[in-house]
């Protein structure tokens, strides 16, 4: 039993008041001051995800080291692009650092130059921790940080390829093996699929908007693979971009769940869980709950592998986010936003990424972290399908500005094609009714 | 009478100057008042109608465009399905709270064993927060997993695809609106309801009147007025509903439960397009406003 005397409580307090200069001449010996932006306030807006969590659950060490008071906020993903567009279009923004959606705002960000170019505070070894390591940040990640005119107005802070997630019992219980091809997804789905038992072979988004990612995972096997040309144009109802169609219907009508037309990735992921469904495409951050026993029906019994090959080509969907610096911040508050970003998308919490199943960090000394990936609550397996599908993803959607608007008017032919209507005629009028807000948006860049 | 006007005018003479006096003296009093009717309604007003006429983006510029966003709009298809939804859900909305809000006041003006307490649990999703309550029913409407499926198949009926179908979302929405506003319609009503006098009743039943009698010419045409403010306020709610929707379909499946004030949300907040948007509020208002004088107006015949 602990009993405390004077003279232990005289060294407490010693030990205490040192403590601030022990941090200080520890980050001294790294030569580079954390505290140079010391009493500044920073506001950072967040997407609502398990990354997010992570970056507040550990906000105070950042504070700690830097003397910077953080005020973080997270907000449902499709609520937080709003709120920072009305907000940056206000000229000020409430915000020093923002979460950005790479795959969805990109383009919008970059063409109103809302957030700084981050290329002279990383040239900067003023301002830059030596550890920083730069080059450490995956060349794909990097990519999507930078726009078209070579600025980089986001640090990457992950970059999640889409995966296919697997219940083991139900393949093993008729022998069936993970499928290497959409074709041979689609024999396995469609053996695994019993109503009877309300059991489905495949599961995947199907409400408007949400849906285009699948139907997007498809095309990215075709020869075609993208949904937009070097001239920017549309090609959204080729014969490839059809079979795409064809494929997501048929695995929609055929194996999945009845009222899989209104489903997203919270009703896939329940389905799932609950040990309804075979197989099912989407992105790494939503395993999490999958491997908790308190919650899944597939704890230990989920399988990860990479999204099957397509007939020409073999791709998993690429998403991204990054950190940006409000243009509109105060000098002081972006060298402290800068601060903040290194903190962020630095190697300790890349690592806390990983280990905690929240999807693929932008970092790759993440994934050569053995230690956080054996002390995970993850199979190995995830970790391996993770890294193998990073190095085959390839961008999910088009990189323009009214990527919405993409998403939701193909998305409204695809959730008709699960109601029986003919793939070629659902994404002709679909692409007719997009190619005028695209060419309107190209012509305003 | 006309002496006293010649006494009264006098005096009459004398309270007119002290009136324009009052009136040019204590105008300021007014300005916070009229501050605030100019800041918060007729400025933002007189911006959204700017706005309407403007090809206006978020991130982008915007151009002058005249009236091109509201010719687009009455050509623009998804606009035109959105009214048609918009109504049908607005006419169901509205009927089914009012039939069973009147008919659930009618029964709970009677005295029968713990009529409070059923009362108050009849009024309790009234109370419930709208997101809340449509997170709740998102949850039970789930096709596998949902507690409603499970419900039907205990009644060996077939299970329905709720809000997961195009055929079958908008009557479950009304589902939710009526589960949720009747208790509104009740109260309103039950209101009214003791506010009857008993004379008419006694006088009938002396004359003879049967119990249906008597609530077909006594109680329906004395309950009008309050029946009236209950289908306004209803029309009003109906026609604007937006978080229920937002959070069980989001519009979907595909377009098929995209009212107009989802349309308006998608343009001005996910697509960016201010000033279509801002067209899409002129004619949304212009129609609620419509609506509202035409039921004031059947009020004021009624109290007549």
């Not at chain 1, 995956?138 to 296919?164: H, K, N």
């Not at chain 2, 299970?159 to 589960?179: F, G, H, K, N, Q």
Request: one cysteine or more; a positive charge.
């Amino acid at each position: 039993m602990f009993k405390i005397t004077r003279r232990g409580a005289l060294q407490g307090a010693a030990g205490l008041l040192a403590m601030p200069a022990l941090v200080e001449r520890a980050n001294a010996q790294s030569a580079f001051d954390w505290k140079l932006a010391k009493g500044e306030k920073l506001e950072v807006s967040l997407t609502a995800n398990p990354r997010s969590v992570i970056l507040i659950q550990n906000q105070k060490e950042f504070e700690d080291l830097t003397g910077i008071k953080v005020g973080a906020e997270q907000i449902p993903e499709q609520q937080h692009r709003q709120k920072f567009a009305i907000e940056f279009s206000t000229g000020k923004p409430s915000f020093d650092v923002v979460g950005i959606s790479l795959h969805v705002n990109k383009r919008q960000v970059g063409r109103a130059k809302w957030c700084a170019d981050i290329r002279p505070m990383i040239a900067d070894a003023s301002m830059t921790a030596p550890d920083f390591d730069f080059a450490d940040f995956s060349a794909g990640a990097v990519a999507y940080s930078t726009q078209a005119d070579g600025r980089m107005d986001t640090l990457p802070e992950f970059a999640d390829p889409w995966i296919m997630y697997y219940n083991k019992d139900l393949l093993a219980a008729k022998n069936i093996a993970v499928p290497k091809t959409f074709d041979e997804l689609y024999t396995a789905a469609k053996a695994l699929t019993d109503p009877s038992k309300q059991i489905y072979g495949f599961v995947g988004r199907g409400l408007r908007n949400a849906n285009v990612v699948l139907w997007t995972s498809f095309l990215l096997g075709t020869q075609q693979r993208d949904t937009i040309d070097a001239n920017m144009k549309l090609i959204t109802d080729t014969p490839d971009a059809v079979w795409a169609a064809e494929t997501y219907a048929k695995l929609m009508r055929e194996c999945a769940p009845p009222g899989s037309i209104g489903f997203n990735w919270n009703e896939c992921q329940t389905s799932f869980m609950q040990g309804r469904a075979a197989f099912w495409i989407d992105g790494p951050g939503f395993a999490a709950p999958l491997e908790d026993p308190k919650r899944s029906r597939v704890a230990g019994k989920t399988g990860y592998s990479v999204a099957p090959a397509g007939p020409a080509h073999h791709h998993g969907a690429l998403f991204g986010n990054g950190f940006g610096i409000s243009e509109a911040s105060s000098p002081a508050r972006k060298k402290a936003a800068w601060l903040y970003l290194q903190w962020a998308s630095g190697k300790a919490n890349q690592v806390r990424y990983l280990a905690g199943g929240a999807g693929a960090p932008a970092r790759q000394s993440a994934f050569r972290n053995e230690d956080a990936t054996k002390g995970s609550n993850f199979p190995a397996q995830y970790f391996t399908a993770l890294s193998s599908a990073l190095q085959i993803a390839r961008p999910g959607l088009p990189e323009i500005v009214p990527v919405t608007e993409f998403r939701d008017t193909i998305g409204t032919g695809l959730t008709n094609l699960i109601g029986g209507a003919d793939a070629a005629t659902e994404l002709r009028k679909a692409t007719e009714a997009f190619r005028p807000v695209l060419e309107q948006s190209e012509r305003a860049s | 009478m006309s002496g006293n006007t010649a006494t009264l005018s006098p005096a009459g003479a004398a309270i007119a100057p002290r009136r324009r006096n009052y009136a040019r003296k204590y105008w300021m009093f007014i300005v916070p008042a009229g501050v605030v009717v100019v800041g918060v309604i007729l400025f933002p007003w007189l911006f959204t109608l700017f706005m309407s006429t403007h090809d206006w983006k978020i991130g982008g510029g915007h151009t002058f465009v005249g009236l091109d966003n509201y010719r687009k709009l009455f050509t623009d298809e998804r606009f035109l399905w959105s009214v048609l939804r918009t109504l049908y859900f607005t006419a169901m909305a509205v009927f089914f709270p009012m039939v069973l809000g009147v008919a659930a006041a009618l029964i709970f003006n009677h005295k029968f064993p713990l009529r409070g307490l059923a009362r108050t649990l009849f009024i309790l999703p009234m109370m419930a927060t709208p997101v809340a309550v449509a997170l709740v029913w998102t949850m039970m409407f789930h096709p596998q997993l949902g507690v409603l499926n499970w419900l039907l198949s205990q009644f060996g009926i077939p299970p329905s695809m709720w809000v997961y179908d195009a055929r079958t979302v908008i009557p479950t929405l009304v589902l939710v609106e009526v589960w949720h506003w009747t208790p509104l319609v009740m109260l309103i009503v039950l209101g009214g309801l003791a506010s009857l006098p008993i004379d008419p009743y006694e006088a009938a039943k002396i004359d003879g009147a049967s119990p249906l009698q008597s609530f077909w010419h006594i109680t329906l045409p004395l309950l009008a007025p309050f029946i009236v403010v209950a289908l306004i306020i209803r029309t009003i709610d109906a026609l604007k509903a937006f978080d229920t929707i937002y959070v069980i379909t989001q519009g979907g499946p595909g377009t098929s439960s995209e009212t107009i004030n989802i349309f308006l949300y998608l343009q001005g907040f996910a697509y960016y397009n201010m000033g279509y948007a801002s067209a899409v509020v002129v004619v949304f208002f212009s129609m609620i406003v419509g609506l509202a004088s035409l039921l004031l107006w059947t009020r004021k015949r009624v109290k007549a």
